[in-house]
């Protein structure tokens, strides 16, 4: 009898085994560890066994953008440089706009060479108001991809020193769309701790 009941129970090890690099590789990345080597008989034994912290947890992107200090600080500013640009050019094109209505109104009193001269000057400041326009688009994208950094690098910076605090060895992120990470238990989810610490580290700096 002993020889028969060897295979099924070498099947369940080899079942529980690939299961367990499947949750691994897709969820925890190696964080669950030897909880199937305690036997199911041993029922005081798995009542009284400490309860292991976890590696690997993660925080929810969408709220860390929404609600860290500096991330909406950085949108404040970005809003505000773009609407400047915006009310820069907008002013600029009125101008333009304005100096061809005067134009028009005289056009019909000028000389052919008056009208020439006229008439190429304004393709000139309407090409170099393009251009203007153009380039100061360019310098807001360049701005704001340079802001989007600098939060990158803070929010990394900080996980760094946050993982080492707790003994985290991966700090991953959710984010809604995102398909990379389809599930992760919610006891595994450090959001509210993450962002008040985060806040704080920012209030500090901004002292």
């Known amino acids: 009898m002993r020889r028969y009941a060897a295979k099924p129970i070498l099947k369940m090890k080899q079942t529980a085994s690939i299961f367990t690099k499947i949750t691994l590789g897709v969820l925890l990345a190696g964080s669950i560890t030897a909880c199937n080597q305690n036997k199911p008989a041993d029922k005081t034994a798995a009542t009284t066994a400490p309860s292991v912290k976890p590696e690997i947890v993660y925080i929810n992107q969408d709220s860390v953008s929404l609600k860290y200090e500096y991330a909406k600080d950085m949108r404040k500013r970005m809003e505000d440089k773009g609407k400047a640009a915006q009310n820069d050019v907008g002013g600029r094109k009125q101008a333009f706009q304005r100096e ?32 203007y326009e153009q380039n100061a688009s360019a310098q807001f994208q360049n701005e704001q991809a340079g802001e989007t950094q600098k939060l990158y690098e803070k929010v990394y910076s900080f996980s760094k020193q946050y993982a080492k605090d707790n003994g985290y060895k991966m700090i991953l992120t959710f984010q809604t769309g995102n398909t990379q990470l389809l599930y992760a238990d919610p006891s595994l989810e450090i959001t509210a701790d993450f962002l008040k610490k985060l806040n704080d580290a920012y209030a500090k700096d901004k002292k």
């Open 100 to 131: 061809v209505a005067e134009y028009q109104k005289v056009a019909n009193t000028l000389s052919a060479d008056q009208r020439q001269t006229k008439e190429q000057d304004l393709q000139r400041k309407g090409q170099d108001l393009q251009t």
